[in-house]
């Protein structure tokens, strides 16, 4: 089974533009997380989405938005970048049974290998 | 607020000499804590889920343990390829993992 993709692997940006990166899940995965790696602040949460909703949110700002599609493949944006969001940022996706019900099947998240991300 | 630490941050082994690494961590309704191996410029590979205090899981020369509040990872005659940075995570609810600054472990041939 092909594991979680994620595209692009790398990106330049300069303050001020805005940035999309995709996720595509394992298949029959339906849980897409988000997650920024910084070497100060380690592995933060960013949102959670499940059957194109967002379940979870972590404590980032509003700049930070994503969405789910109905073939569960995911996309987040970063609008207005500033050097601070240079990061790695990791896709995770995990299964979930069409009824959305929790469980120790559903808990592990397989991660992608991220995109790295650099603000000028 | 949810809280893992991991100790030490870095550490470096010959080939072979045995350790342990910890992960504890304070939390509220602990759902399960996760064991994930991290090389440089890749994605964290998944490696253990514990449940319960008493737990143990094994993958070759690791070991993972359980307690209320602590985790520990056991690497048993390590090898250089074992070299990574081995991450701790909780999952408190829903989605939503919260990790530890990770070990940096390094094994010398």
């Known amino acids: 089974k092909a594991g979680v993709t994620q595209t692009p692997r790398y990106l330049i940006k300069t303050r001020g533009q805005q940035v999309t990166l995709s996720c595509s899940p394992i298949?029959?995965?339906?849980?897409v997380s988000w997650y920024q790696q910084t070497p100060g602040q380690g592995l933060q949460f960013l949102f959670e989405?499940?059957?194109?909703?967002?379940?979870n949110k972590g404590n980032f700002p509003g700049r930070f938005s994503g969405r789910q599609f109905s073939n569960s493949r995911s996309e987040m944006n970063v609008s207005t970048l500033e050097l601070g969001d240079s990061a790695l940022y990791l896709c995770?996706?995990?299964?979930?049974?069409?009824?959305?019900?929790?469980?120790?099947?559903?808990?592990?998240?397989?991660f992608g290998p991220g995109t790295r991300l650099t603000v000028l | 607020e949810d809280q893992v630490t991991q100790s030490p941050e870095a550490l470096r082994l010959q080939e072979g000499e045995s350790s342990s690494l910890n992960c504890s961590y304070t939390?509220?309704?602990?759902?399960?804590l996760f064991w994930y191996r991290q090389d440089p410029g890749k994605g964290p590979e998944f490696l253990f889920t514990l449940y319960s205090a008493g737990e143990e899981k094994e993958k070759e020369r690791l070991k993972a343990t359980l307690t209320k509040k602590e985790s520990f990872l056991h690497i048993t005659a390590p090898k250089p390829e074992d070299s990574a940075t081995y991450l701790c995570a909780v999952l408190r609810g829903a989605q939503k993992l919260v990790f530890g600054q990770g070990t940096r472990l390094t094994i010398n041939p």
């Open positions: 939390v509220s309704g602990l759902r399960g």
């Open positions: 995770a996706s995990s299964y979930y049974p069409r009824g959305g019900a929790a469980g120790r099947n559903t808990d592990t998240q397989y």
């Open positions: 989405y499940f059957s194109e909703t967002q379940r």
């Open positions: 298949s029959g995965h339906r849980s």
